[in-house]
Nanobody, 116 residues
């Protein structure tokens, strides 16, 4: 069984920074893409950032230049460095990993709250 565990969320003032981490454990192999999604109350879950196995990244327009995604393949871990946070970044953040024979696994979510 594969489990993804996120950490690093919390409450921060506008303009501040947070770093999210997501580590995979269990029988995971051949991880392809890793990504971060977020969902605010009353809104659909949206892609924040994604990184492929070769390091190619893509970001939502709303976070470009402020957020950086990275991965540590040896630790099966993905990170999201979030700088210059805005109140509109407030959401529950979920990590996602696509692995093996195109299996998608999700973390339980970590709350990020940005106060104005």
């Amino acid at each position: 069984q594969v489990q993804l565990v996120e950490s690093g969320g919390g409450l921060v003032q506008a303009g501040g920074s947070l770093r999210l981490s997501c580590a995979a454990s269990g029988s995971i192999f051949g991880i392809n893409a890793m990504g971060w999604y977020r969902q605010a109350p009353g809104k659909q879950r949206e892609l924040v950032a994604r990184i492929g196995s070769g390091g190619f990244t893509n970001y939502a327009d709303s976070v470009k230049g402020r957020f950086t995604i990275s991965r540590d393949n040896a630790r099966n871990t993905v990170y999201l460095q979030m700088n210059s946070l805005k109140p509109e970044d407030t959401a529950n953040y979920y990590c996602n990993m696509n692995w093996g024979f195109r299996v998608d696994s999700w973390g339980q979510g970590t709350q990020v709250t940005v106060s104005s």
